[in-house]
């Protein structure tokens, strides 16, 4: 895909944006805002054009150092419908200009390489996909072209509670690594998230999350996203808008074990809990 002159322009500045975002002296926090009838969590909430500009300007103002927004439900397991890429661009349309004006790095959540292109054109400046660069195969390409910074994330199409998960996390990022390579994406423009809910039982979720620090190996930044997911319904019953509680201590326990990246629903409360926990820890005793 060719690039605008506009986008080269700009490649340096979305270049930097992960640099930046990794030298904060907190553990930056990346807000969720669906832009979907059916997410499962809060499908619905912010389809509406103003209700999603006044719940990214919410999230800036609860902490949130990126917003990541999301025009199509990628929710396993409960039949997430597919959307065109028309569609998903038609949802993204109203808003996006608008919430890249609040002065925070926006990421394009889409598994499509043409919605990120268009968003990336349209002030988006990093790329989460939850196929890895593996399932649209123009999507390594279109980041490659764009300089953008990219969050590589596990993913598989059903959960098999035969595997070793942590194998597959490493041999699916193995994958994906090498496809970044081959189409030019540098190592300091990628985060690896090993997909916390995606093609895992709960107890394979819950073990990701005992294991992360083993993904350290790769010497690339890790981005939990464990806000709100199945697992912690199978610990603590409750439905996805009241499991806050499961999800801040499943972020404070993998940024103890090295994630540097945290994307979350409940901003204000993640927020909160990162800085009291890293003020405790490096309190002088």
């Given amino acids: 895909m060719a690039l605008a002159d506009s986008t080269a322009a700009h490649r340096g ?40 500009v006044a719940q990214a300007q919410r999230l800036v103002a609860e902490g949130a150092d990126v917003i990541d927004i999301g025009a199509e439900s990628s929710r396993p397991y409960v039949g997430a419908v597919a959307v065109p890429d028309e569609e998903e661009i038609a949802r993204l349309a109203p808003v996006l200009a608008r919430i890249t004006s609040l002065g925070v790095p926006v990421s394009i959540d889409s598994m499509k390489a043409r919605v990120v292109e268009w968003a990336l ?17 123009d999507m390594a390409g279109v980041v490659a072209e764009h300089g953008a910074p990219v ?7 059903k959960a098999d509670p035969r595997i070793d998960i942590m194998g597959d996390i490493q041999a699916f990022l193995n994958r994906s690594l090498d496809a970044a390579a081959h189409a030019g994406i540098p190592p300091e423009r990628i985060v690896l998230d090993p997909g916390i809910g995606f ?34 319904d199978s610990v603590s019953p409750a439905p996805p808008d009241q499991r806050l509680g499961g999800s801040i201590a499943a972020h404070l326990l993998a940024v ?19 800085r ?4 405790i820890r490096n309190a002088n005793v």
């Fill in 199 to 232: 093609g895992k039982t709960p107890q394979q979720s819950i073990e990701t999350l005992a294991n992360c620090e083993r993904l350290t190996v790769f010497g690339l930044p890790l981005l939990i996203g464990a806000s709100r997911k199945r697992f912690i």
């Fill in 13 to 52: 500045g979305e270049t930097d944006v992960l640099a930046r975002l990794l030298a904060c002296t907190h553990t930056p926090v990346m807000g969720i805002l669906n832009v979907t009838p059916d997410s499962f969590s809060d499908g619905g909430r912010f389809l509406d054009p103003e209700s999603a």
């Fill in 256 to 274: 103890m074990k090295g994630a540097a990246i945290v994307r979350a629903h409940d901003v204000a409360e993640t927020v909160q809990a990162l």
């Fill in 276 to 279: 009291v926990a890293a003020a």
């Fill in 121 to 137: 054109r349209h002030g988006a400046t990093i790329v989460n996909d939850v196929w890895g660069l593996q399932r649209d195969p």
């Fill in 151 to 157: 969050v590589i994330m596990h993913n598989r199409a």
